[in-house]
């Protein structure tokens, strides 16, 4: 409680606390730079589960991707907590969203969050969806969290001067073909958004203070598809591994 005040907060108050481990606990020692208000609109298993995603995807399409308005974002792996925080970041920031998952249950999620067309993969192949979708011309910013074969085909959907974004490779390491981006002027991306703020805290100040903003005007909201009790953290876990969870998964105290 000593000190809290130096960040914005006063006793009492409800607060986010950033926490990069040690969070599955009934208490923790923090110090007061750890601590953000937390936003009025949501409950807390919203806030505990926001900036982390948000976070992610706020630096990737403003700080790396830098998304205009019209252009066009191809999001992969919708469903997920990252991916859903891009559709919403994307559609807010007024580009045209595709949306890529498993399943109709995300993407009926992603199309709620403001995603403009959806695709599920496992009836069309994306790319194919991505030039039926936009006549041939191609996405102009590629959010990819998964990797692999799925980064691949992506340069095969892209338009000219397009920013391919790597978030992630949960479906294994993916090659980038020179002539491709070549050909299309394009540029490959890597997101670290932690990284980013440690070695710039002016560039997570200016990140977090958006993000609080557009949370309390209501632009965005992460989707927390499973609340848990503490105690069920290995449930959690395997939700997540499962890829049952849409968004986030919340554990909750009693």
């Not at 700080?63 to 919403?88: F, I, M, Q």
């Not at 100040?205 to 598809?225: I, M, T």
Request: proline residues 4%; aromatic residues 6%; hydrophobic residues 45%.
């Amino acid at each position: 409680e000593v000190g809290a005040e130096a960040s914005g907060v006063a006793v009492g108050d409800k607060v986010i606390v950033k926490m990069r481990h040690g969070a599955f606990t009934d208490e923790a020692v923090v110090t007061p730079t750890q601590l953000t208000p937390m936003p009025s609109t949501f409950d807390y298993a919203e806030a505990a589960t926001y900036l982390a995603g948000h976070g992610t995807a706020y630096h990737a399409l403003i700080d790396r991707g830098r998304v205009e308005p019209g252009e066009v974002l191809l999001v992969h792996g919708a469903g997920g907590g990252v991916g859903l925080a891009s559709v919403e970041i994307g559609k807010m920031l007024g580009a045209t969203v595709i949306a890529t998952a498993s399943s109709d249950e995300k993407l009926a999620i992603a199309k709620s969050r403001g995603a403009d067309h959806l695709v599920r993969y496992d009836r069309e192949p994306f790319r194919d969806a991505v030039k039926r979708i936009t006549d041939g011309r191609g996405a102009d910013v590629v959010f990819d969290p998964v990797g692999g074969e799925v980064f691949e085909n992506s340069m095969r959907c892209i338009a000219w001067g397009a920013r391919l974004l790597v978030i992630g490779f949960t479906g294994g390491i993916g090659s980038a073909k020179t002539n491709l981006l070549l050909i299309k002027g394009a540029s490959v991306l890597g997101v670290r958004a932690g990284e980013a703020v440690r070695k710039n805290p002016a560039l997570g100040e200016v990140r977090l203070k958006a993000l609080l903003q557009w949370a309390e005007e209501g632009k965005l909201r992460p989707n927390v598809s499973h609340r848990l009790p503490l105690q069920d953290y290995a449930k959690a876990m395997r939700l997540l591994i499962d890829r049952k969870a849409i968004g986030r998964v919340a554990l909750v105290m009693d």
